[in-house]
């Protein structure tokens, strides 16, 4: 029932700011992604939610209230955490019950509570075990389990998935993006530096680096129209192909150029008037480039093939420009081959090469 | 013929080298070792065998006199109540003291590891470095504040000392165990509601045993074996053992009886010697814990 607004927050340790002046707001019902590399200062944004740091300037509401200066436990919020950070001494009952006992919570309703978080997360047969007696993915569950019995407006995230191995973080994944379905009204606040766990659970992603936000948009926005050089490098998995060279002004409208390939951008959204001769960057995903299609660029051989099973990675090469290309899965490609790629200027994204801000 | 192969495990040979490491080892628990042994046998002596003066032969008449007499009826001045009255002076000087030193240790320890105290690190280096400044230099002034708050001469003077005495290596050890501890554990219990004390002691204490039992190892053998400090501060009616067995030993009438005073030395031993073999297996363990995280 909550919606969560950081309003002009700098956090400094010892004089270091690892933020400055940073705002953000997260709607109700909400599952907010934070990404971006290690150091970007996502999990201290969380943790300034979470009240576990001081904030040096600003102020953080969760709801209708100023929780600048509230304790952890008075903000409403549960979190979990990388390192699971389960009570070792205290049994799986014992540690989704703490923070209950401790809110000396009547005893029927502490017990139904903690029947209905394990049955959600199918941790009933796992009660009375210790920690050190379950695996990896059991914990994080547990650890799942102790946010969901508090009962809170608002879930927090620290890269909870992050020291799972890769078939129990799918389906950890799952299940959170199961959770946040069911707690409708539940708003959260997810860190990693996942991009595949972004895209997929987030409603919206809040792109990080250098303690700044990149973009804030929807999956699908970042995706397609990445605000910079940064996110479009960062998001999507193969990598974007970018293309350096200049924009020419053609007799047909605008272009691009590199080398002695064009490639005209008639029907490309400018988000701004393009300033021909401009140094800048082409990126191109890789899905968005056609095998043999409509080839406005020709001449290219293919350098390797990754096949994937359902689809096929294609690097094709004219010996100066490398592109990766992805492709049906079925299509038999050798390397040696010759190749020309189709590009559609319509799907491309193109970024000043100085700044690497979206044109 | 072929040579043979290498296969399995692969063999072992007896080398000089080897040897003399044995051999060096046998010679370092002898050494260790005799003088206790002698003691041993010294102690369930008669005072005529001893006079006969062969050290090392085993008893021909062997008596426990000797240790009853240590006990309850050797004299130390003009008392004559054996050894046990430090004994028991020594279990009341060493119950709170070691609870308690452990104790604010460990609070000590906490607090340093998991709240942002102003001035944490200072305060941190303050506290060790008292740990190298040699006790003798806070002898006479702690007398003249202690007579001034009339606890010198007293049970309390002596389990102060003993607290303060502590505090150093006790905060270190649990200061070092708890900064191994991921602070998302701290963290998480925060979220969960719980303060400073729920906290301390509900979630970190119950995980720290491995560090208790070095700490109560450390804590034990030290204060059960001080003497400087029991001998200045506790006064006539609280003297520890050590202090009972150095009078006892010295306040000699007549004939020095050797099977007393060594049965006397070995009952003063026991309480450190026990818990070194209870517990030798732990103490290690700690400290090589405290050494590899620390």
New interface residues.
Partial sequence: MSTVSVRDVTVAFESVRVFDRLSLDVEQGELLVLLGPSGCGKSTLLNAIAGLLEVETGQIWIGDRNVTWDEPKDRGIAMVFQSYALYPRMNVRGNLSFGLRMAKTPKDEIDRRVAQAASMLHIEQLLDRRPDQLSGGQRQRVAIGRALVRDAAVFLFDEPLSNLDAQLRNELRDEIKRLHHRLAATTMIYVTHDQIEAMTLADRIAVMKDQKIQQLGTPLDLYYRPANLFVAGFVGSPRMNFVEGTLEQAETGPAFAAGKRHLPLDGYPFTRPPEPGRAVTLGIRPEHIALNGAGNWDGFTVDIVEPLGADNLVWCTDGGLSLEVRTSGEQAIRPGMPMALGIDPRRVSLFAAEGGERL | MTAAEPAGRRPRHVTWGRIGVYAFLLASALFFLLPLWIMLLTSVKTMDEIRLGNILALPADPTFQPWIAAWSEACTGLACDGIQVGFWNSVRILIPSVILSILIGALNGYALSFWRVRGAEVLFAVLLIGAFIPYQVFLYPLVRLFSVFGIYNSLTGIVIVHIVFGMPIMTLLFRNFYSSL?R??F????????GFA?IFL??ML??STPMLIVAVILQVTGIWNDFILGLTFAGRENLPMTVQLNNIVNSVQGERAYNVDMAATVLTALVPLVVYFASGRWFVRGIAAGAVKG
Avoid at chain 2, 187 to 194: H, P, S, V
């Fill in positions: 991921p998302e554990l963290n998480a219990a925060r979220i969960d509601g719980g729920t509900r979630v119950p995980m």
